[in-house]
């Protein structure tokens, strides 16, 4: 395989010229965050404030004259909105000499700040901060089940290097293109579907550092074509890192839902993300503990695998809801697999009718939330 560098793919790159500033993208600094991985090829492409969809075109230009360079085998390239104007670089500067803290006890004038979606009601992230849990599972069948209650629902899988949506709602291909190119989400069993894993091969590595992740999940919220939603679920990955950050600091969350098992390991974790969301004054609208028990499907005893009752617990202790408990069970793992959710295949299941349970919940404290006007964006915190 021929050897790729960073030197061969800036120099391809400095044949893409910015028409507007008349300066090919290398010389301009547009290009950031450069990742090589065994012929995998990733970095950002930094643009102005509100220059996302005019700078379209760089971007796709910028992945083909990369994707030339031979032993290239995949490349991936995302638009992030982080260039400081000329004033702010030089405030900054200024205080640096100064010997000045920058940002101390408020938000830089160009920081991003919290907004609504227009067309979106709320949005709400279901977050385990633990791997393993059963996260996107639950969060598949959570948003099936609001949709059952009647509201019109969508789900974003915010998890870029492990998207899941598309197998656990038996979706694939590539999402059509609407002008003025905005992407339109897929559909299945009556929500709408974002996921990184629509856009890349389904066995291409993702390589990407912070600063694509957060650009990828912004994209995905702001180009899309959601219409109108009453509840937007987001399927955060493990952990309270660049996604979690970026969506509770950059998106006007109406609150949370943390899904955890119920071992003590797990919900340690499960406690630093419920103080994660509280630091970002994300309300959380409770716990839901998933494999909660296994019930043998020829005896009918009930073991519990995991412990049990330890979410419960720590609702209690940290002051949040209980949303319910969803057992181990081969008819959850089956259906998920098929692409078929057992909310949708199997609605009259008893672990169907435990869903809409605790989706009815969920859409209560949804409802109160966004009558009190908690819905509105958070300040984003100066730590």
């Not at 992407?183 to 550092?209: H, N, Q, T, V, Y």
């Amino acid at each position: 395989m021929t050897n790729i560098t960073k030197n061969s793919i800036l120099t391809a790159l400095t044949k893409i010229i910015d028409p507007e500033l008349g300066q090919n993208v290398v010389d301009l600094g547009m290009v950031k965050g450069l990742v090589i991985k065994d012929g995998n090829v990733g970095f950002t492409i930094e643009v102005g404030s509100n220059q996302g969809s005019e700078k379209e075109p760089i971007r796709k230009a910028c992945e083909k004259a990369v994707n030339e360079i031979p032993g290239v085998l995949s490349v991936t390239a995302v638009l992030t909105a982080e260039i400081k104007n000329n004033t702010s670089q030089r405030n900054s500067e200024q205080m640096k000499q100064n010997g000045e803290p920058e940002n101390q006890g408020q938000t830089n004038s160009n920081q991003k700040k919290p907004r609504e979606i227009p067309g979106i009601e709320s949005i709400i992230a279901v977050a385990s901060a633990k791997g393993g849990v059963g996260k996107s599972t639950t969060a598949v069948n959570l948003a099936i089940a609001l949709a059952k209650e009647g509201n019109k629902v969508g789900i974003l899988d915010c998890d870029i290097y492990g998207p899941s949506a598309p197998k656990l709602l038996g979706l694939n291909g590539k999402p059509e293109i609407i002008p003025p190119n905005r992407l339109k989400p897929m559909e299945a069993f009556g929500i709408k579907c974002m996921s990184i894993g629509f856009l890349i091969d389904e066995e291409s590595p993702m390589i990407w550092r912070g600063p694509m992740v957060m650009g990828a999940i912004e994209q995905m919220l702001k180009d899309v074509e959601w219409g109108n939603l009453d509840i937007l679920v987001c399927d955060l990955p493990p952990g309270t890192g660049d996604a979690q950050l970026t969506l509770s600091q950059r998106v006007a969350l109406t609150g949370a839902v943390i899904v955890s098992t119920p071992q003590d390991i797990a919900l340690l974790d499960a406690r630093r993300g419920i103080n994660m969301f509280h630091k970002v004054d994300v309300p959380v609208f409770g716990i839901i503990e998933n494999m909660s028990y296994f019930t043998c499907p020829k005896c009918n005893t009930r073991s519990n695998i995991f412990n049990h009752g330890g979410a419960k617990s720590t609702a209690d202790e940290m002051g949040v809801e209980f949303l319910g408990e969803i057992p181990l069970d081969i008819l959850i793992r089956k259906t998920s697999d098929e692409g078929i959710p057992i909310t949708y295949g199997q609605p009259d299941s008893e672990h169907s009718l435990t869903y809409r349970r605790i989706a009815s919940k969920v859409a209560q404290i949804v409802a109160s939330a966004t009558a009190s006007g908690h819905h509105q964006p958070p300040p984003i915190k100066i730590m």
